[in-house]
């Protein structure tokens, strides 16, 4: 299994950046697909974004050309660069790993609080 601790958050006015990181122990994060979701006060969790351990990535469309996920196999690590930040990415963002070898596994971090505003 793995553990996973995110770091990175706090306010920032809107047009600013952020980079979360998710530091990764325990067991190698390189067979993980490794995602951010995104929980908003009174809204469900959302993804936000994804990475396989192959690379490929993908995004939830309200943060696509502003976010990017990316990973460092060698630190263990997931970050996900946030730019361009608005209002409405004010949530709690946790990292999630999901293990892509028998046996399955599925794993979360504690959150990290971003908070954008004026």
């Known amino acids: 299994q793995v553990q996973l601790v995110e770091s990175g958050g706090g306010l920032v006015q809107p047009g600013e950046s952020l980079r979360l990181s998710c530091a990764a122990s325990g067991e190698s994060a390189n067979i993980y697909t490794m995602a951010w979701y995104r929980q908003a006060p009174g809204k469900q969790r959302e993804l936000v974004a994804v990475i396989t351990s192959g690379g490929d990535t993908n995004y939830a469309n309200s943060v696509k050309g502003r976010f990017t996920i990316s990973r460092d196999n060698v630190k263990n690590t997931v970050y996900l660069q946030m730019n361009s930040l608005k209002p409405e990415d004010t949530a709690v963002y946790s990292c999630?790993?999901?293990?892509?070898?028998?046996?399955?596994?599925?794993?979360w971090g504690q959150g990290t609080q971003v908070t954008v505003s004026s």
């Open positions: 999630n790993a999901n293990r892509e070898r028998w046996p399955p596994g599925q794993y």
